[in-house]
């Protein structure tokens, strides 16, 4: 592909044109599962190309972190290549998490079968702002006492370390009621209209419903950001 200012001959589809300084892609869409990854460089509408790295997972040790260190590693730098404007995301987390580490990049999470086709409708509707704050932050009110000990505060923490939450309000445990199941669950409830959210961790019969802040700017947004917090939960082992 030749870059569209000068004509340079590009080595991928969407890379940055180092001979005249021009970008020639100004999205790309990462797919990520934990063995293979779809690059795609995208100029507004039109799909430049898209590149499939793959890799092996090692299952434990030092390799593993290796393995998935250099798989990272690939995928961030054919972002790089591109220095595009935005970049969206779908698909396995750990990876996720590891590529948004590597890029200091802020990744927009995505949903649907076609992530090219979900990022091509949301053109021109703002993003949502990533929230890069630490846990102490994102975390307080006046209510201290977080439900569930170990695994309750492991909830609490999942989802206030979302790049989408901007505070988590711990609410009045409620020991009421009566409940045939035993452990920690926990469940993002219905965005509101604003989009922001509520998280219910319960433990046994008791129960803390705590004010979840978001980035999100109405329902529809908020309902993008509870699916990913209640499948970040389901990830933990917490989903309710």
């Given at each position: 592909m030749p870059c569209r200012q000068c004509r340079s001959s590009l080595d991928r589809p969407g890379d940055y044109c180092l001979v005249c300084n021009t970008a020639n892609a100004d999205t790309v869409v990462l797919e990520l599962d934990r063995d293979r990854a779809r690059v795609s460089a995208l100029d507004e509408e039109t799909v430049l190309g898209s590149r499939v790295i793959t890799t092996t997972p090692e299952r434990d040790g030092e390799a593993a972190v290796i393995e998935l260190r250099n798989f990272v590693g690939l995928i961030a730098d054919d972002v790089r290549r591109k220095r595009p404007e935005e970049v969206y995301v779908t698909g396995d987390r750990t990876v996720i998490d590891h590529v948004r580490r590597a890029l200091h990049y802020p990744l927009f999470r995505i949903t649907?079968?076609?992530a090219i086709q979900s990022v091509i409708?949301?053109?021109g509707k703002p993003a949502l702002e990533e929230v890069h704050a630490s846990l102490s932050d994102t975390i307080g009110g006046s209510?201290?006492?977080l439900i569930g000990d170990r695994d309750g505060r492991r909830a609490i923490e999942t989802v206030a370390a979302h790049p989408h939450v901007k505070k988590l309000v711990p609410g009045p445990i409620d020991a009421g009621g009566s409940s045939s199941r035993t452990g920690v669950r926990a469940k993002a409830t219905r965005s509101d209209t604003n989009g922001n959210v509520r998280l219910l961790v319960r433990d046994g019969s008791s129960v803390q419903e705590n004010r979840v802040v978001t980035t999100a700017?109405?329902?529809?947004?908020?309902e993008r950001v509870r699916t990913d917090l209640n499948e970040a939960l389901t990830e933990s082992g917490l989903q309710e």
């Open positions: 649907g079968e076609d409708e949301r053109r209510h201290t006492t700017y109405d329902r529809d947004t908020g």
